[in-house]
């Protein structure tokens, strides 16, 4: 009944939850987008099917993120009241612009698309589509902006009368809107989220293609269900690319600015020159790197995820009892000397894999798809059926892993110390921002009602999208390269 310990469950869970219906949302509108366009300017049926067809799961995932993204800043003023007292001038400003300004841009525009249809002119209606991409787009920045400054403050001062770190007026909002990690987090969390959406309409369409040949109707196979994979397996490949590219400079960031969640991350132990990256380890990770062996290791990657150097004097990094020594002797009059100061080693190190390692269903998803796909072929591979189902939730749980591991690993801080100044006061560890006031009881009373709240959402979603992904179309009666025809109709209309 520690209500620290609750309040943590509580956050994690509502976050997680959240989280799973987030990066479909950002990377899937502006795919929808170009759908839309591509019907506005060819004006074939096949584009104009898609658009709805997906549209429609766009709709149901941000409905759905709407809902359980609510309960989340409510936690700041109530279980974490403490932490907003300490940095609320600066962590509640990025907050506010996201819900005054792109939360209603987003939802001002989608309303404008969902009820524009032969309301709006053509041009008109996709640029409504366009705009609530962008609005996805700008919410994740602020949002962003937030954490980020967690894990690397800067823009604030300490005010030793109100012992509260304060925003350093507008030059402090400027550099917070700016911070080198949030720019790092931010294009990482793009190319993640067209990651998972891409993976998403090209595991659709690629299921689709199999089953629809499989019943003997190979042309709506090849005028509908082809475009749209190949719409998502180009998103997938390229936006893999960029994930690649965007965590090497995040994890940089991170080797310097957070060297203790990255040296937990490699369950590093003692400083090193040219450290590998670790496939499988055994030991105990629960409490102590100490006796955990690295069986098989890539020879200096983690070195070079580091440094940029594989081998030489360059390419040392801090292990864990080095960087607690450290800490220790810097914040030891002020925490004492007992405070652990490693994250919690089991999860940091698996979350770190699992993020990376299931990225490959993607991977392979592309691959296949574009050669199956290539020259306008379709296919009725029972296993490339199988591959598209198996690889549609795997980003989904990357992503969550990756959020898993940027979190846990930033313990015990809730806002991680920068030694630049004039911020090197501007730090807060987990245990000092829960609220002093608000019981463990009542912690546990509420998340036990938010995940079985949440748990029913989570229900819904996946049977709304069941439900119209099994459903499908109905194919245009129009040429699959014609102008005219009926629209499709759809049992869920907008």
């Not at 998103?235 to 690649?244: E, S």
């Amino acid at each position: 009944m520690d209500p620290l310990s609750l309040a943590r469950w509580q956050f994690g869970i509502t976050t997680v939850y959240h989280f799973i219906l987030v990066p479909l949302t950002i990377g899937l509108a502006p795919l929808v987008a170009i759908m839309h366009t591509a019907w506005v300017r060819t004006g074939h049926e096949r584009w104009l099917t898609l658009t709805k067809f997906f549209g429609k799961l766009l709709l149901i995932n941000f409905a759905l993120g709407i809902a359980t993204g609510i309960v989340q800043e409510f936690q700041f003023g109530m279980n974490w009241s403490e932490y907003s007292r300490f940095v609320g001038d600066i962590f509640g400003a990025p907050l506010a612009v996201e819900a005054l300004a792109a939360f209603f841009l987003e939802s001002t525009f989608l309303g404008l698309w969902i009820f524009g249809w032969d309301r709006l002119p053509k041009k008109l209606h996709v640029a409504c589509i366009w705009l609530v991409a962008v609005g996805t787009t700008v919410s994740a920045y602020w949002i962003l902006a937030a954490n980020s400054w967690m894990q690397h403050p800067v823009g604030a001062v300490y005010n030793p009368e109100t012992r509260r770190a304060e925003l350093d007026g507008v030059r402090g909002f400027f550099a917070v809107m700016t911070n080198n990690t949030l720019v790092a987090a931010f294009s990482h969390t793009v190319a993640t989220a067209l990651l998972v959406a891409g993976t998403f309409v090209a595991g659709v369409c690629g299921w689709w293609i199999v089953r629809s040949v499989r019943a003997g109707r190979s042309e709506e196979a090849r005028a509908i269900w082809r475009p749209g994979a190949y719409i998502g397996l180009v998103a997938t490949l390229v936006a893999g690319l960029a994930v690649i590219g965007t965590g090497d400079v995040q994890g940089k960031l991170m080797f310097a600015q957070q060297p203790m969640k990255m040296a937990a991350a490699e369950a590093l132990c003692q400083g090193e020159q040219s450290v590998g990256f670790s496939l499988l380890t055994i030991g105990n990770l629960s409490n102590s790197c100490a006796g955990v062996h690295h069986v098989i290791q890539i020879p200096g990657l983690t070195s070079f995820l580091g440094t940029g150097t594989f081998t030489g004097p360059d390419s040392h990094l801090a292990g864990v009892d080095d960087l607690q020594a450290q800490l220790t002797a810097r914040y030891g009059d002020q925490f004492g000397t007992d405070v652990s100061y490693q994250p919690n080693l089991m999860v940091t190190y698996w979350s770190f894999r699992l993020m990376i390692g299931l990225g490959i269903f993607s991977a392979a998803l592309a691959l296949a798809g574009l050669w199956l796909l290539r020259k306008g072929q379709i296919t009725d591979s029972t296993w490339f059926s199988r591959l598209c189902l198996l690889a549609l939730p795997m980003p989904f749980i990357a992503a969550s892993f990756g959020w898993i591991f940027t979190e846990i690993g930033r313990q015990p801080w809730l806002v991680v110390p920068n030694p630049a100044s004039p911020v090197n006061q501007v730090y807060l560890l987990t245990q000092q921002g829960v609220s002093t006031v608000v019981s463990g009881w009542t912690v546990l009373a509420s998340m036990i009602i938010f995940t079985l709240l949440y748990a029913a959402l989570g229900v819904i979603w996946f049977f709304l999208m069941r439900r119209y992904v099994r459903e499908g179309v109905e194919p245009p009666t129009s040429p699959a390269d014609g102008t005219t025809g009926p629209e499709p109709t759809l049992s869920f209309a907008y």
